[in-house]
Every structure is written in structure tokens, then in C-alpha cells.
């Protein structure tokens, strides 16, 4: 995925892909992890919009799991509700 602010969705995974900030890899969020966090089934569109809307917290919580589970430079790698939330919070 080439860098880009721009988040695309997944049909085949059903999740938000987007990459973070100074990273090679691509993050996902499945829209299992959007509905926690929206309190209810929401389509890709509504996905698309809280990633805009929070997209500051997504990339914190990007770039706190990357440190925290050490994931390498050009690896993939998902963000659960949790991982979002902590950064919503701060």
C-alpha cells in the first residue's frame, strides 16, 4: 500500500487498512473493532468517517503497538478496539 492519508477499506478482510505514519507495513482495523468502538454495526462509510474524525488516535495507538509488540519495519499488523481506545482516552 502506497503511504497515503488516505485509508482504504477491505472488502475481502472487512476491515480499514491504512498506513502509519514513517512505517512500510499496512494496519488494519476490522469493522468487528469499529463496532465496539461505535456501539453498533456500522457500514465501511461510517468506518471510513470515525477513522477521519480520530484519525490522531489511530496513528497514536499505530504507532504504541508497533512499540510495544516490536513489530518490524515492512510487517502488517492490526489494531483491536482496545488499542484505539486507549488513545481516544488520552
Not at 503511504?3 to 475481502?12: E, L, M, Q, V, Y
Not at 457500514?43 to 496513528?59: E, G, I, L, N
Not at 478496539?81 to 488520552?90: G, H, I, Y
Amino acid at each position: 500500500m502506497p503511504h497515503s492519508k488516505t485509508p482504504t477499506w477491505r472488502d475481502d478482510i472487512d476491515a480499514l487498512a491504512f498506513q502509519p505514519a514513517d512505517h512500510q507495513g499496512t494496519c488494519v482495523v476490522h469493522r468487528r473493532a469499529f463496532r465496539t468502538l461505535l456501539r453498533a454495526t456500522p457500514s465501511p462509510r461510517q468506518c471510513v468517517d470515525f477513522y477521519h474524525t480520530h484519525q490522531d488516535a489511530f496513528q497514536a495507538a499505530a504507532r504504541a503497538k508497533m512499540v510495544r509488540t516490536d513489530v518490524a519495519e515492512t510487517a502488517n499488523f492490526h489494531l483491536t478496539s482496545r488499542d484505539v481506545t486507549r488513545q481516544l482516552k488520552n
